[in-house]
């Protein structure tokens, strides 16, 4: 959340990384199916790390002198002031392949298409002529842009040839046959991965090259001679001794014509459908599911996620690189679930300014923990266990491994009778897991259910299972452990017992007999442990995933395979060697001896030593209150007192805390309790607008903060602050002497609060042409946030809803940034019609603020993917407009329309030596518009940050409706909008540094990651958590209290 420091929100996707942070990088984060880093470079991770971020401070993000800040000294955050293991791998990347010189052909193709065009002309003329420019919606790109210094870089992207002009795509219906059955039944996974796969060698019969992604799509090289009728495959089975059958019918084909697309890409022809994007996705789809399709052939060897991702598994693999995701602490072993973190990578053609392009990226999945689930439950301490009496921490593990290995694909070793009488031979077959044995989950079914025994607690090992066997027409109760050990002289360990059948007729297996096959992913929530993990493992420097994409992916992504030739398609060895060019930092001013100071940053960052905040905020009443497990700590009121000192030389209006009946509130009272209650309805009654809480990372993990939150945002309208308590006092316990320097972490947490106050911490000492106050300029960001690695509802229950974030600025400094948030059903990106209600608002917060209406209105949506581009003009920009009508009349301001994409996999590495930062990273301002992009289209990359750790990721750009920087800044529009972007990536609030997407955008994240926690119930898995908000029924919005609607409370 906004008032945690931590790792931060470090990413979605490979995205941006990390989680909920808290306390030092700990926390619950929602990796998902692959991470990455180097992402909002506010936090100390460099990584956007979606959660709630962490409490006040982590490692710094301050930037004052002294302490662990960002800004003047000390050890920075995590990867950026340890340095590098390998100080080579902090260099510029050089290819065995060739050197970095941009392909000047290209580079001519896009002057002569955009650069020096007629596009460029008309905008430079006094009028604009739009049969010349093109339309307002997906405009034309003005221009390149031309600001800064130029400097080349790699892209990770790989330059494609396709040497056939026509391929012919069909779709697949696949069923099975069962005899005396009137319709065959779907088949889906692995069965169906076996099917095509049998149906592609029946193809290559008739001398026909086919490739499928395994799904329901079949690409060939010709138009195929089909029979009337399904495809009759026949499987064996796994015993050998019978076969099954399905039929798979192929309808189609569609003609996809690859000339016009080779057409495009040098023509870049916007004369027909002229709003149509993406361009020519049937093309890119044939050409993606080729590309997959080799890799997808290797089920032992290469686990294929999605569409386009793709990991080498195995333990004799020597591509696969996993590691555990959970620790051998005994202290963080009892949250520990049999989980790893898989490197892999992801693919996907992408069409680009006179060439095809593949764009390749290292990732990192998770996945479940492979191999023999005896070596996995020994590593997780699930040995020898008495089962009548577990521990505390061994039934959170039992509990942890119950909720992961349901429905996990497992090799079995059968034993069955041998050809010699009484011999035995071991046979293996997969099959899934259904449950770790429970007695609460115990098929009752049948004249003879199992029985558990009556002292188990909850999950049992084979002594205390019992099962009805009949052998030569006599029935008994055995026990699994004496089965095995009658039948088959096995002598089982007291592991858990697993149940492989179904509820009808459970199945019992032992440990000891099962082998978890590799490759099966997870939708999770990780946990601190975890996520620290997994971004370990996945956060690496730029040179290392320059070298492993041309080297180890080529081998993964088979793109030196022989089947590839087929299809007439080669993919270049080496990286794109690009054109960028690294635009000036803005001067930032703030308050110093009474007159403005303006500061000038250097790698993205800077201090505020000897200067304060450009506005301070007035904090009339405040309290505190330390939540703990026992006692009050002795020097908290001096810590406080001394916290108030900073704050005020920081350049906030605010005096000493109010003393409230009780400083210290026991975890229990404010959990189960009604400790919190009555503390916050003493606070409302005596008018103090702010509490500081202090507690430390295990009461958080009991869900203390979202309760604080649900308290303070929504019931009683009360501005709170988290801090952590191992931070606010002297590391261990020592003295508050001359080593004591809290003023960094402090410091950080009165930006917070000057916010929230109403105060303007920075701005920019220079106005950029679209902010001047003539131009009476607004900036909107928005987003939409979807529950992402969570399970599906349980019947009868309400699904997590979707959370609607909306911001906007209200002074010519963007320094403040009033938001709206509400819910919205699951999954629904597009936005319904509170849309017009919430921009009334922010409009009428505008007015009153600057006693006018805006000219003219910048919009960032965030969140959208490349095929929704069109349904935001279609469906959200008429409610824009709208609203722009109730409060505006006639005088309907112009609008500009920008989707920050959040889900690319772009990413540039240094090529020129001096041109990279400590962590071995692009230049901060590095932004690229030409070279992997489309001429036509009007689009940018921007790296504003230094990514403390990993690789950074830039933020894209793309825009969809421009009124304002075309006809008001001609030529220059690009250059503009660019700089307007970039120069706001300096003015995040909290920071003391660039940030990787800009404020409007993240501004709207945050505030529907502050939502979340609003709602436990859905997205908060404490197995402790109650608050007020668990008593609602699904689906009701948690509303701000109108006290702190219009404040920053989020940050």
Known sequence: MADRGGRGRGGRGDGRGGGRGGFDGGGRGRVGPDAGCGGRGDHASGGRGRGRGGFDGGRGRGGFDGGRGRGGGGRGGRGGGRGASNPEELLPYKSPHGSAVPDQQIAVLEDDLIGVGAVTRALASTSLDKKSVGSDVFPLRPAFGTDGTKVVVWANYFPISVGKSTFWKYTVDVSEVKEGSKGGKEVKGRKLHLVLDALVKTLEGTKSVAATEYKSQLVSTKKLDLKAGPVRIELPWQDGEGVDVYHATINGPTEVDMEQLSNYLTAQDHSSDDHLFPRYPESIDVLNVILGHTPRTNLSGISAVGSARFFPIGSGNPLASEVDLFSSNPYELRDARPLVASRGFFQSARIGTGRLLLNANVTCGVFKASGPLTRIFDNLSLRGLDFTKLSWEQKLLLRNAAKILPKTRVKVTMMVQGKKAGSLKK??????????????????????????DTKVMEFAGPRQVQFWLEENGQGKWVSVFDHFKTKYNMTLGDYPLLDLGNAQKPSFFPAELIEIEPGQPVKAKLNGTETSKMLLHACKKPQVNARILEDTSRQVLCLDDPYLAKFGITVAKNLLAIDARVLNAPKIQYRGGG??????????????????????????????????PRQPTADMPTAVNRFAQVAEATGLDIGPPTSAPAHFMQTDAALHGDGLDRLFQWVQSQQIGFILFVFSPKEDKSGVYNRIKVYGDCKYGIHTSCMVSSKFLPRGGGAMDASWRPEAYFAN???????????????????????????????????????????????????????????????????????????????????????????????KLWQKANKKVPKQIVIYRDGVSEGQYQQVLDKELP????????????????????????????????????????????????????????????????VPHAALQGTARPGRYMVLLDEIFRPKHKAEAANELIKLTHEMCYLFGRATKAISICPPAYY????????????????????????????????????????????????
């Open 427 to 452: 046979v293996p077959k997969m099959k899934a897991i259904n449950a770790l044995v429970s007695k609460f989950k115990m098929s009752k079914q049948g004249d003879h259910p199992p029985r558990v």
């Open 1004 to 1051: 709207a994240d945050i505030v529907c990651e502050r939502a979340r926690a609003h709602r436990p119930e859905f997205f908060d898995d404490s197995a402790s958590m109650t608050s007020e908000s668990t008593q609602r029924s699904g689906g009701q919005a948690t509303a701000i209290h109108a006290n702190l609607t219009d404040t920053m409370y989020y940050i």
């Open 749 to 843: 947490c009165a930006l917070k609060w000057n916010l929230k106050a109403g105060g303007i911490n920075h701005k920019l000492a220079e106005d950029i042409k679209t902010l001047k106050p003539e131009e009476a300029t607004m900036i909107i960001g928005y987003d939409v946030t979807h529950p992402t690695n969570m399970p599906a509802a349980k019947a009868g229950k309400d699904s997590p809803p979707s959370l609607v974030g909306v911001v906007s600025s209200v002074d010519k400094e963007l320094g403040q940034w009033p938001s709206t948030v509400w819910e919205q059903q699951a999954r629904q990106e597009m936005l319904d019609d509170r849309l017009t209600q919430t921009f009334v608002h922010h409009l």
């Open 595 to 628: 007159a403005n100071t303006k500061i000038n940053p250097r790698d993205g960052s800077w201090n505020m030593q000897g200067v304060q905040v450009h506005k301070g905020g007035k904090v009339n009443k405040w309290t505190w209150c330390e939540i703990g």
């Open 879 to 942: 409610k824009i407009r709208q609203a722009c009508t109730q409060v505006c009349g006639k005088a309907i301001p112009k609008l500009t329309i920008v989707v920050s994409v959040k889900r690319h996999q772009t990413r540039f590495y240094p090529a020129e030596d001096g041109k990279q930062t400590k962590t071995g990273n692009v230049a901060c301002g590095t932004m690229v518009d030409r070279g992997v992009t489309q001429a036509r289209f009007w689009d940018f990359f921007l």
